[in-house]
């Protein structure tokens, strides 16, 4: 019994006294029953509920008479388990709890197996008493219920069948006793307890003919003064998931019949009262009971998003009918005065309620004494959810659909977690149970960034009653760009003007009217006249996103690392002497190993190659010589891969405007230059750009006077480039405006 599930199952699921098993999953309609009597609530409901708070999602799993043990999930998906005081103090609860709703302040941590630690929660000064179980029992040994300080423990014997042992660490006062005779005993587990006996679950083998079979059946045993156990009820229809019930008048367990299940109820000095199950309730378990009040139900999920009401029937009243005490709930312990804390929801109002016994035959008192401050109405009973969205294609919508209890406006917020940017999606017009939202993938108008988001989905109601609210995360992934600095996938140019402002156009994904565009510009900052070089270099942080390198008037190359939002790190120093080159270009993986490269020429006409470690700190690893002649072009540019080879390829125009192609070996060398056009020195500069069309192939973009054009790459070395019209730096004056682009 490791229980590391979720906050609910853990406090559903494990060693619970009279409490609530968990069905995953299972939505319940409400049954027809009767309407609930009036019920006398104390007029200190809203001051203890307002005395404290619970968080959403929280269930309860043991109440003592100093404080209760709650059991949450964190935003990681942990189990988080805290003691909440009377004061209102809480107390965290490190490790497995194995021991629950002891009706006591007592708690048992550790593994259920293994070595156990028995907790004191009162605040007395007395340290904790740690028992190894395999060492005072035997190897197997297992804690099987708790009962304030006295601990059920399952002891192996021969033959695989155990026995049933009282342990109760006191000191020099320590109290071990058998409960259990020599029976085929397979299992036990404690149910429930009242006065000084304690309900077992008893699991038994015997032989039948050539093999086994198992019974299943429930015992008392008088823990307090330590008497063996004795069988109540052995009748082969104990439904054993359903738990079970035990007061001083009454006890009750779910029992399977040809017609169904039913709660039997053998109530003293009177005939036995049966409880059908009827389709809705069919897995439901036995909660418990409250003065002469049975409660059931299916237990649900503690953020209240799923319809799971606890019913009660008055056992005193031979012809009471069912009703409905609470709208929802999730887990349930019984306190050591007899009342019943369950966590749930009653007229909308979100928390903890303490249900105490009222009149003879009449509604259990209840008393919320702790809130979630959320009210519910309207509740979310399924969706479709994305949880990885693909916006490599622009134009396809991703699609969220829910149903919901009942008709409501519905809108979701898609939020990027890394930079809060985002956007919310209205559901249909009409109030409908079926809401359903578009998303196009952008966020004001640009193409969304990638990584975690979180969703908000929220649902209101036409009138009365609380919105539904659901939250979520999911993931936006596109192939990386190494010319993309604000991480959505599409391509940005930098363009630096005369007054040193570096500014950033993100460009759209696809063309638009038949022409690509800028989705919005946006300063980078300033400073940057000081360099004689900047150039986009893919990424050599480690990111998915590309970073640049710049060469200052004194030769020092520095390096900006892209945050990811369009905004860079502060610059850090590589090294000195770049003044010796004329042109750098970078971004190409010239050398297949897939890092990008810079290449460097200098006015002697010798081409250099600074191939890239991976390690931002030192970009580049020392220079190899790739051979002279290349004076005769006075623009170089990286284009990465455009051809299909091996690896990145370079384009360089020479001073008549003829632009040749560079293929790359992927060894760092290249295949002999290949001319594509001539023409090109209409451009004030050229530009490895990336993948602007989101066609897999990296394309170049030429930025001149006479305007800015697009030319995709095709994937063919003898003719590389298609060109396509644009509506970059269009306007009066930009063709001339801006001494670099990148």
Do not use: C
């Not at 609930?36 to 404290?52: F, K």
């Not at 179980?133 to 069948?161: C, H, M, S, W």
């Not at 149903?403 to 249909?428: C, E």
């Amino acid at each position: 019994m490791k229980h590391r599930t979720s906050g609910r199952r853990l406090a559903a699921a494990v060693l619970t006294l009279s409490t609530v098993t968990a069905v995953t999953g299972t939505l319940v309609t409400v049954p027809a029953v009767a309407a609930a009597p009036a019920a006398v609530v104390p007029s200190a409901v809203a001051a203890a509920a307002d005395a404290a708070t619970l968080p959403v999602g929280t269930d309860v799993v043991s109440v003592g008479d100093t404080g209760y043990l709650t059991s949450r999930e964190d935003a990681a998906g942990a189990t988080v388990l805290e003691w909440r005081k009377a004061d209102g103090s809480v107390e965290p609860i490190g490790g497995d709890t194995v021991g629950h709703d002891s009706k006591s302040d007592f708690l048992v941590t550790g593994e259920d197996s293994g070595t156990i630690t028995v907790r004191d929660m009162t605040g007395s000064a007395a340290a904790p008493v740690t028992v190894d179980l395999a060492t005072e029992f035997a190897a197997g040994a297992k804690l099987v219920g708790v009962i304030g300080r006295d601990l059920f423990v399952q002891v192996p014997r021969g033959g695989n069948y155990h026995d049933l042992w009282l342990y109760t660490p006191n000191g020099e006062q320590t109290r071990k006793v058998r409960l259990s005779g020599y029976g085929n005993h397979v299992s036990f587990k404690v149910v429930a307890s009242a006065g000084n006996d304690a309900l077992v679950l008893v699991t038994t083998r015997y032989e039948s003919g050539a093999g086994f079979r198992y019974q299943d059946s429930l015992g008392l045993v008088d823990y307090v003064h330590g008497t063996s156990l004795r069988h109540e009820r052995d009748t082969g229809k104990l439904v054993t998931a359903a738990g079970g019930a035990l007061t001083l008048d009454y006890f009750a367990r779910v029992e399977t019949r040809s017609e169904g299940n039913r709660i039997i109820v053998d109530r003293a000095g009177r005939l036995p009262r049966e409880i059908p199950l009827d389709t809705f309730t069919q897995k439901a378990v036995v909660v418990g009971i409250v003065g002469d009040v049975l409660l059931y139900g299916v237990p649900g999920e503690a953020d209240g998003t799923s319809i799971n009401p606890l019913y009660a029937v008055d056992l005193f009243k031979a012809d009471a009918q069912p009703y409905e005490l609470l709208e929802r709930f999730s887990s349930a312990a019984h306190a050591p005065d007899g009342a019943l804390y369950v966590r749930g929801v009653k007229d909308d109002a979100d928390g903890l309620y303490r249900l105490f016994d009222g009149v003879q035959g009449s509604v259990p008192e209840v008393t919320r004494v702790a809130g979630t401050g959320r009210d519910l109405a309207v509740t979310v009973l399924d969706s479709k959810i994305p949880t990885t969205v693909d916006l490599q294609q622009p134009g396809t919508p991703v699609r969220w659909e829910w149903t919901i209890s009942r008709p409501a406006f519905a809108m979701l917020t898609l939020k990027h977690v890394a930079t809060g940017k985002q956007i919310t999606l209205p559901g249909p017009e009409d109030r409908s149970t079926r809401p359903v939202m578009e998303w196009d993938g952008t966020i004001d108008g640009v193409a969304a960034p990638n990584g975690a988001y979180s969703w908000y989905f929220v649902a209101i109601p036409n009138g009365v009653g609380s919105a539904a609210r659901a939250t979520g995360t999911f993931r936006v992934t596109r192939q990386a760009n190494p010319h993309d600095f604000n991480d959505n996938g599409s391509t940005d140019l930098l363009a630096r003007d005369s007054s040193g402002t570096l500014w950033r156009d993100d460009l759209s994904d696809g063309p638009v009217d038949g022409r690509y565009t800028s989705n919005g510009r946006s300063a980078v900052g300033g400073g940057w006249a000081a360099y004689k070089h900047i150039e986009a270099v893919g990424q050599i942080g480690g990111a998915a996103h590309g970073d640049l390198v710049a060469v200052d008037a004194k030769g020092d190359l520095w390096t900006y690392l892209a945050k990811g939002d369009g905004t860079f790190t502060a610059r850090a120093r590589v090294g000195g002497g770049w003044n010796a080159y004329d042109k750098i270009t970078g971004g190409s993986d010239l050398d297949g190993d897939g890092r990008s490269d810079l290449v460097a020429t200098g006015t002697d006409g010798v081409a250099w190659l600074y191939k890239g470690t991976g390690d931002w700190t030192k970009p580049y690893a020392s220079r190899v010589r790739l051979g002279s002649g290349w004076g005769v072009y006075d623009q170089i540019t990286a284009v990465g891969n455009i051809a299909g080879a091996a690896a990145g390829d370079l384009v360089a125009r020479d001073t008549a405007g003829v632009l040749w192609l560079y293929l790359g070996k992927g060894d760092g060398t290249f295949a002999p230059r290949t001319r594509v056009g001539s023409g090109w020195n209409m451009f004030s500069r050229l530009v490895g750009a990336g993948d602007v069309d989101n066609d897999g192939r990296p394309d170049l973009i030429g930025y001149g006077p006479q305007g800015t054009y697009l030319y995709r790459a095709t994937g063919s070395w003898q003719s590389p480039f298609t060109r396509v019209s644009t509506r970059l730096y269009a306007a009066p004056g930009e063709g001339t405006a801006y001494n670099d682009v990148v």
